[in-house]
Nanobody, 126 residues
Framework: QVQLVESGGGSVQSGGSLTLSCVAS????????MAWFRQAPGKQREGVAC???????TYIDSVKGRFTISHDNAKNTLYFRMNDLKPDDTGIYYC????????????????????WGQGTQVTVSS
Protein backbone atom coordinates (compact mmCIF):
# COMPACT_ATOMS: atom_id res chain seq x y z
CA GLN A 1 0.00 0.00 0.00
CA VAL A 2 1.40 3.38 -1.03
CA GLN A 3 1.66 5.97 1.72
CA LEU A 4 2.78 9.57 1.28
CA VAL A 5 3.79 11.78 4.16
CA GLU A 6 4.46 15.49 3.65
CA SER A 7 6.45 17.77 5.90
CA GLY A 8 8.16 21.15 5.81
CA GLY A 9 5.22 23.51 5.83
CA GLY A 10 5.13 26.59 8.01
CA SER A 11 4.54 30.31 8.23
CA VAL A 12 6.81 32.77 6.44
CA GLN A 13 6.74 36.37 5.35
CA SER A 14 6.39 37.42 1.74
CA GLY A 15 9.66 36.82 -0.07
CA GLY A 16 10.64 33.94 2.19
CA SER A 17 11.42 30.34 1.28
CA LEU A 18 10.32 26.87 2.31
CA THR A 19 11.19 23.36 1.22
CA LEU A 20 8.49 20.70 1.38
CA SER A 21 9.25 16.98 1.48
CA CYS A 22 7.07 14.00 0.69
CA VAL A 23 8.32 10.56 1.71
CA ALA A 24 6.77 7.65 -0.16
CA SER A 25 6.52 4.11 1.21
CA UNK A 26 5.20 0.99 -0.48
CA UNK A 27 6.26 2.58 -3.76
CA UNK A 28 7.19 0.05 -6.43
CA UNK A 29 6.35 1.78 -9.69
CA UNK A 30 9.03 2.07 -12.37
CA UNK A 31 7.16 4.75 -14.28
CA UNK A 32 5.06 7.40 -12.61
CA UNK A 33 4.14 11.02 -12.19
CA MET A 34 4.45 12.84 -8.90
CA ALA A 35 2.96 16.24 -8.26
CA TRP A 36 2.40 18.99 -5.74
CA PHE A 37 -1.09 20.37 -5.41
CA ARG A 38 -2.34 23.16 -3.19
CA GLN A 39 -5.69 24.20 -1.87
CA ALA A 40 -6.39 27.69 -0.59
CA PRO A 41 -9.36 28.36 1.71
CA GLY A 42 -12.57 28.39 -0.28
CA LYS A 43 -10.85 27.35 -3.50
CA GLN A 44 -10.49 24.16 -5.45
CA ARG A 45 -7.37 22.06 -5.24
CA GLU A 46 -4.98 22.99 -8.05
CA GLY A 47 -1.93 21.29 -9.50
CA VAL A 48 1.18 23.41 -9.11
CA ALA A 49 4.07 21.24 -10.37
CA CYS A 50 4.46 17.80 -11.86
CA UNK A 51 7.52 15.60 -12.39
CA UNK A 52 7.78 12.22 -14.06
CA UNK A 53 10.04 9.24 -13.45
CA UNK A 54 12.42 10.61 -16.11
CA UNK A 55 12.76 13.81 -14.03
CA UNK A 56 10.93 15.96 -16.55
CA UNK A 57 9.17 18.77 -14.66
CA THR A 58 6.29 21.09 -15.52
CA TYR A 59 4.98 24.10 -13.58
CA ILE A 60 2.00 26.40 -13.68
CA ASP A 61 2.87 29.90 -14.84
CA SER A 62 2.44 31.59 -11.47
CA VAL A 63 5.28 29.62 -9.87
CA LYS A 64 7.74 29.32 -12.75
CA GLY A 65 11.15 30.63 -11.74
CA ARG A 66 10.24 30.54 -8.04
CA PHE A 67 9.45 26.88 -7.26
CA THR A 68 11.43 23.73 -8.05
CA ILE A 69 10.12 20.17 -7.91
CA SER A 70 12.55 17.27 -7.68
CA HIS A 71 12.71 13.71 -6.43
CA ASP A 72 15.38 11.48 -4.99
CA ASN A 73 14.76 7.89 -6.07
CA ALA A 74 17.17 6.44 -3.51
CA LYS A 75 15.30 8.14 -0.68
CA ASN A 76 11.81 7.75 -2.22
CA THR A 77 11.33 11.42 -1.50
CA LEU A 78 9.71 14.20 -3.48
CA TYR A 79 10.85 17.77 -2.77
CA PHE A 80 9.40 21.20 -3.44
CA ARG A 81 11.68 24.17 -3.03
CA MET A 82 9.63 27.37 -2.87
CA ASN A 83 11.41 30.72 -3.12
CA ASP A 84 10.07 34.27 -3.16
CA LEU A 85 6.82 33.16 -1.59
CA LYS A 86 3.76 35.38 -1.97
CA PRO A 87 0.51 35.58 0.03
CA ASP A 88 -1.30 33.94 -2.91
CA ASP A 89 0.85 30.84 -2.34
CA THR A 90 -0.92 30.24 0.99
CA GLY A 91 -2.73 26.93 1.26
CA ILE A 92 -2.48 23.27 2.16
CA TYR A 93 0.08 21.56 -0.03
CA TYR A 94 -0.39 17.92 -1.01
CA CYS A 95 1.86 15.49 -2.82
CA UNK A 96 0.31 12.91 -5.11
CA UNK A 97 1.37 9.96 -7.24
CA UNK A 98 0.05 8.58 -10.50
CA UNK A 99 1.48 5.24 -11.67
CA UNK A 100 2.01 5.16 -15.42
CA UNK A 101 2.67 2.73 -18.26
CA UNK A 102 4.74 5.38 -20.01
CA UNK A 103 5.73 8.99 -19.44
CA UNK A 104 5.95 11.92 -21.82
CA UNK A 105 3.35 14.45 -20.76
CA UNK A 106 2.05 15.95 -17.55
CA UNK A 107 -1.00 15.77 -15.34
CA UNK A 108 -2.41 18.58 -13.21
CA UNK A 109 -5.94 17.48 -12.34
CA UNK A 110 -6.66 15.94 -8.93
CA UNK A 111 -8.76 13.07 -10.33
CA UNK A 112 -5.76 11.94 -12.39
CA UNK A 113 -3.81 10.95 -9.29
CA UNK A 114 -4.27 7.73 -7.34
CA UNK A 115 -2.42 8.34 -4.08
CA TRP A 116 -2.34 11.37 -1.81
CA GLY A 117 -0.58 12.59 1.28
CA GLN A 118 -2.36 14.25 4.19
CA GLY A 119 -1.13 17.76 3.35
CA THR A 120 1.04 20.37 5.00
CA GLN A 121 0.04 23.97 5.66
CA VAL A 122 1.92 26.86 4.07
CA THR A 123 1.04 30.36 5.20
CA VAL A 124 2.62 33.45 3.65
CA SER A 125 1.98 36.81 5.25
CA SER A 126 2.47 40.18 3.57
Amino acid sequence: QVQLVESGGGSVQSGGSLTLSCVASGFTFSKYYMAWFRQAPGKQREGVACIDSEHSATYIDSVKGRFTISHDNAKNTLYFRMNDLKPDDTGIYYCAVRPADYVGGYYFLPYEYNYWGQGTQVTVSS
